[in-house]
């Protein structure tokens, strides 16, 4: 254990020791919220919680269950709510997607982060297809499109202007009419 402590709680910056009892080392990183070193107790307790998910993963999860064993996800989820708003919440969900790059899917608040870098990338999927077929309509329909236009209509990712300009592009006479009054 480290020499940091508050009261009888040390400070846990070593792996295997959160590993060894991760409600401990939960419980230590919680009281150590504050401190200079938490970066150093969160990759101790993020490794323990990769470990411990290792060694669970020839229990039986009813067996766990049974047993009345706390999991990873629960581990973590108490983590996160317990640290709050701030860095060291937001340093504890990097270190989540990196050591349990299968947690999207247990409805934890780890997971929306996950969920809104998902929602993001369908939504510029989305903004992508629609310039294109914007440009693909301007280009079937015979009109010109300039180097500025297209790189215009390229790089919005506003899906409201662009279901705007698809409407237009349908029946503009040149290319610039598009962004016509918005």
Known sequence: MSASSRGALPAITEADEAARDLGVAVFSALAHA???GLTAILDALA???ADDAERSGSRD?????EAGDVDRVDWAEIVEIGLGEGPGRDYWRHLMATYTPNFPGSNTIVEESWLEGRAKGQSEGKAEGKAEDILHI???RGIEVSDSVRERVADCTDLDVLGTWLDRSLSVTHAEELFGEE
Do not use: C, R, T, W
């Open 34 to 36: 504050k401190d200079p």
């Open 61 to 65: 999860s009813a067996e766990a269950e």
């Open 138 to 140: 301007l280009e079937v």
């Open 47 to 49: 490794s323990g919680v």
